[in-house]
């Protein structure tokens, strides 16, 4: 008899089509082989799962996909470790596992009638797609929506392929930068905060969400500040070591706070009040 | 409280009756001296009394490693099987009340704390607890210090205390009773229940706290000078964890072979570096004394703001194994002095 309400045993879903967003970053789609299984994995933008290629381990990975979009699910994975060189390895039609969904979520509700600016870098830009793209599905909800997107340079700019469908989309601007340019690059040239800065979104009835790499979240918050974002009014979300996504395992705690369960979505008002151990 | 009494001339032949219904788990010795819970054997020695046993029964509800699934065939067709749940009852004899008390602190974290770990639940479910008072604590314990005492009964089915020829007997559950019904053990006497209470208040008597572990969590600051002296000479080997009863934090990695190969969860501490290092470098608790910070505050801190109650015991373990002899009652004694 096995043990069906064990924690620990993953989906299986196959991996269907492999985007190739920069030189070291792929965006895996894939489809639970059990149909029930792809209508009962309902999950919020925000939310994240344990990906796991079998006889190498597993990783946690942000759901970059909107649940508006059915079918499916997505993550992007930077080549880094062992596990996400393995991720690299796959090729469309082989399987691997999937627990979750785990962890809060955007607060899509609350942001309901606000402008929304989106600041994001590098495969930080993961999370954010999930809820641009639920947001842009159910556009008639939110307000303006101003998204901010950097990298280190045009080849490391993830979700290239959408960017016509974000510039397109009603009341709703890109605003891309890269930190070096190149060959070919006719955008702006310069980092996120100072574009930030230039730009000046409102920040009344608004509320910003950020992801990124902590130089580009430290450098942001003091120009979101000036701008008269309040602490309640800029929301992240967090990457920590975890291993169960569960509450078990006992990694990815600040304080009493566990990421996998309290979060990984915070205000900065919350952060703040976290031991600075993140 | 109901109580019957068991001479010692006895305990093998009702271990013996237990082993035809339950798997037995009991204190065992190996060689100098040193005693192991291990499965007894049919016809093996029954030693109840003797030292404390160098490892928890941690063990036996989550295993140094353990298979969470198997997995068979390669990545274009695979199939997983989950580890069965067990099938027959265990009972565990002989354990101390700082480690039943440490298996109700393990419950908040895999049975309170939002999803169920059912590998976890199914062992404490199907396991039932025989305790024995500890007459002569060792030189490490210190039970008394976060509120317990060595003659605790809670998370027990049943209490045993030494009386030199027999045992008295403390009921605590109806698991227990189950225990011993039938076995004809005679009622204890009111000279057994006043000899059993007052050796526990003789055991208490030798064990004065050494710190006020309620003050203890008042006090856990971030930026104190302690955690650095202390990270100093540790040398993040991390046999305090894997000694603790309540440490429970895991790794989980797979092991693969030809044609599939097991996913398993094994022990893991926050003492060690890369515990918190996340695949591209990230490293939120970059030096040792980070993670001695943690460890500390996590047991006498964060727990008890998430549960009300600390993740110590008091078994002593950690002051007795440490190689470098930090003594975490030491180091909670200078938290509340806020010394150093």
């Known amino acids: ?278 | 409280m109901e109580a019957v009494v068991l001479n010692k001339s006895d305990v093998t032949s009702w271990v013996r009756g237990l082993l035809a219904s339950y798997r037995v788990v009991g204190p065992t010795s190996a060689a100098e001296g040193v005693v192991h819970y291990t499965p007894l054997a049919e016809d093996g020695p029954v030693v109840l009394d003797g030292l404390r046993p160098i490892r928890s029964p941690k063990e036996h509800f989550i295993p140094a490693t353990e298979t969470l699934l198997a997995f068979h065939g390669t990545a274009k067709a695979i199939s997983l099987e989950a580890p069965p749940a067990p099938t027959r009852e265990t009972v565990i004899l002989g354990v101390r009340s700082c480690d039943a008390r440490a298996l109700t602190r393990l419950d908040d974290v895999f049975l309170k704390r939002k999803e169920t770990d059912s590998l976890y639940g199914n062992r404490r479910k199907t396991t039932r607890l025989v305790g024995l008072a500890c007459e002569s604590p060792s030189w490490g314990c210190f039970c008394t210090s976060v509120g317990g005492s060595p003659a605790a009964s809670e998370g027990l089915d049943l209490l045993f205390t030494d009386l030199g020829d027999r045992y008295h007997i403390a009921i605590l559950s109806e698991a227990g009773r189950e225990l011993i019904a039938g076995a004809g053990f005679a009622a204890a006497t009111d000279a057994d229940a006043s000899a059993a209470k007052a050796q526990h208040a003789a055991a208490v008597d030798r064990m004065p706290p050494f710190f006020d572990a309620k003050a203890v969590a008042e006090k856990v600051e971030w930026d104190a000078p302690v955690w650095m002296h202390y990270a100093k000479r540790c040398l993040a080997c991390g046999a305090c964890s894997f000694l603790c009863p309540t440490c429970h934090c895991f790794d989980i990695q797979d092991d693969a072979t030809a044609d599939g190969g097991v996913r398993f969860r094994c022990w893991d501490t926050c003492q060690f570096g890369d515990f918190t290092r996340m695949g591209a470098g990230h490293n939120p608790r970059q030096t040792q004394k980070e993670r001695v910070r943690q460890r500390v505050s996590h047991k006498f801190k964060y727990l008890v703001e998430e549960f009300g109650r600390q993740g110590c015991t008091g078994c002593g373990r950690c002051v007795e194994a440490c190689p470098v002899n930090i003594d975490l009652r030491q180091v909670l004694h200078d938290v509340e002095g806020a010394k150093r």
């Open chain 1, 1 to 278: 008899m096995s043990d069906a309400g064990n924690l620990y045993v993953p989906n299986l879903a196959v991996i269907d089509r492999i985007v190739e967003e920069t030189w070291d970053t792929r965006t895996f789609r894939a489809v639970f082989t059990d149909a029930g299984m792809r209508e009962r994995f309902s999950y919020h933008p925000g939310q994240f799962q344990e990906v796991s290629v079998f006889g190498v381990g597993e990783a946690t990975f942000c759901l970059a996909s909107s649940p508006t979009r059915t079918g499916y699910v997505e993550f992007s994975a930077k080549k880094v470790g062992a596990l996400t060189s393995a991720l690299h390895e796959l090729s469309e039609g082989e399987t691997v596992g999937i627990r979750g969904p785990y962890g809060n979520w955007f607060p899509y509700d609350m942001m309901q009638g606000k402008n929304l600016l989106f600041v994001g870098g590098g495969i930080g830009m993961a999370p954010l797609r999930s809820l641009l793209n639920f947001c842009l599905d159910r556009r008639g909800d939110y307000g303006h929506i101003d998204i901010f997107y950097g990298a280190r340079t045009p080849g490391d700019l993830c979700y290239t392929k959408e960017f016509e469908a974000w510039r397109s989309a009603p009341d709703t601007s890109l605003y891309l930068t890269v930190d070096k340019g190149g060959p070919g690059w006719e955008g702006k040239v310069g980092v996120v905060p100072a574009y930030v800065r230039e730009i000046a979104p409102a920040s009344r009835n608004a509320v910003a969400i950020t992801c990124g790499p902590p130089i580009m979240i430290k450098f942001t918050l003091p120009e979101l500040g000036k701008l008269g974002f309040s602490d309640e009014q800029i929301i992240t979300t967090l990457e920590m070591k975890m291993k169960c996504g569960v509450g078990k395992c006992g990694r990815c705690n600040i304080g009493h706070t566990y990421v996998c369960l309290d979060g990984p979505v915070f205000t900065y008002a919350q952060l703040r009040k976290l031991p600075p151990e993140f």
